[in-house]
DNA sequence: AACACGCGATACGCGAGACA
DNA sequence: TGTCTCGCGTATCGCGTGTT
């Protein structure tokens, strides 16, 4: 214990959590080895003196590759945050001295990049033009990824169900319902009476498997006697979504937030038919491990004041 | 079985920087 | 200024796997 302990606070360098990494990455010396810009044997042998300083291995050797060892696993997990970590720090640094005084860095799930963020940072930008803004536009398990690592402060999107986030704190923000939408051009003329019969034919872009809404999406077919559409196309992307139902005969299920904007554009229509169980729960998340940087809480405040008078707003 | 190949480990040495 | 440490280089070895 007491030589693990020296170790880490005396020679375990980030050059070392580097390796460690790149190794974890590419499970390869070579490649790790070209990644990083030295030889081979300077990995090999750098990874040897790690482990011989900690005392136990870190990867197992195979000829099929290499394999992390739980302590490993552990190294790495924590050498990458480490890794964030001074990122954070170099990317503030530089901040202060180009005179930007505070940054935020926020993932966000598509639908949310095109209806509520762009609101969001021109409000935060009004009050604080000198607060940097970073943003990642991705799905939630990517997002998820980068908070653990510390390479976001924030996400903004669906909330994740609550038993499986022990390592987040989280904010509900507004529920958006979800509403089915076709294309303005090709909307069906009997538009307020339309039944659930009237799309059988249309395509369908449907969630993909897996998705949060995806099972809830299925129910509703089965209860309004709609045969899972065999014509169907599986999206998350938001704009691909919207780009199929302008360009073809196509059915969707989109966030009304969403509707409504491309509605003003003249390019979507919102179809009158009931969806009761299908709403998105938009919050906030950031991780409990680390505290709130200034410009994060910020954007939170201006996040709850933005969502205030949204028809599915949150009390807070 | 013999061989080629890929990959990680080892031996040895060099250059740069820290320090007495 | 000499010595030591660190980080990395080249050359080479040993092992496992795939191919003929």
Redesign the pocket.
């Known amino acids: 214990m007491a030589k693990l302990d020296w170790y880490i606070k005396a020679?375990l360098?980030p050059?070392?959590m580097q390796?460690l990494v790149a190794l974890d990455n590419f499970?390869?010396?070579?490649?790790?080895?070209q990644y990083?810009?030295?030889?081979?044997?300077?990995?090999?042998?750098?990874?040897?003196?790690i482990e011989t300083g900690l005392g136990f291995s870190l990867?197992e050797?195979?000829?099929?590759?290499?394999r992390l060892t739980p302590h490993g696993e552990c190294l790495v997990r924590y050498s990458r945050t480490i890794l964030a970590e001074l990122a954070h720090a170099r990317d503030e640094l530089h901040a202060i001295s180009n005179g930007v005084v505070n940054r935020v860095a926020v993932g966000m799930l598509p639908g949310i990049s095109l209806t509520l963020m762009p609101k969001v940072i021109s409000k935060l930008k009004e009050t604080s033009p000198e607060t940097a803004v970073i943003t990642r536009e991705a799905q939630m398990d990517a997002l998820r990824a980068l908070l653990r690592t510390g390479e976001i402060d924030l996400i903004v999107g669906l909330m994740p169900d609550r038993s499986q986030a022990h390592d987040v704190d989280s904010q509900t923000l507004y529920k958006d319902p979800m509403i089915l939408a076709v294309g303005q051009q090709h909307a069906p003329e009997n538009i307020d009476t339309i039944g659930w019969k009237a799309l059988e034919d249309y395509l369908w872009i449907m969630p993909p498997i897996g998705s949060l809404v995806r099972e809830p999406i299925e129910l509703i077919l089965e209860q309004n006697e709609i045969p899972f559409p065999a014509n169907h196309v599986e999206s998350i992307s938001v704009i691909l979504n919207v780009g199929v139902l302008q360009s073809t005969r196509a059915v969707g299920f989109l966030p009304t937030e969403v509707v409504k904007q491309f509605r003003s554009y003249g390019q979507l229509i919102g179809l009158p038919l009931s969806l009761p169980t299908l709403a998105y729960e938009v919050g906030a998340m950031w991780s409990k491990e680390r505290a709130l940087s200034p410009g994060a809480e910020r954007m939170l405040r201006i996040l709850e004041e933005t969502v205030v008078g949204l028809p599915g707003a949150a009390a807070t």
């Open positions: 020679n360098k050059r070392h390796l499970r390869h010396f070579g490649q790790a080895a990083l810009n030295v030889s081979q044997p300077a990995i090999s042998k750098s990874l040897a003196e990867f050797r195979s000829p099929r590759g290499l």
